[in-house]
């Protein structure tokens, strides 16, 4: 099976959601299997509130995710 897969690496949230939701519309059932992935771009930004702080921020991250679900 023929397949091409959309990685996150380097793109903010933002940008990653944007761009999958923009190969998804465009995706008119091509000879291909589409699968993404963007762990990173989920990750780094809760990664970052976590830098230098010796342990995890969850109300930070709770705040954060939530104002990415708006």
Known sequence: MKGANYLSGGQTLPQAAQRLSAINKANKKGPWNLSFSWSQALQLPLLDLCKGK?????????????????
């Open 54 to 70: 010796g342990e995890l921020q969850l109300e930070e991250m709770a705040k954060l995710y939530v104002e990415e679900l708006e």
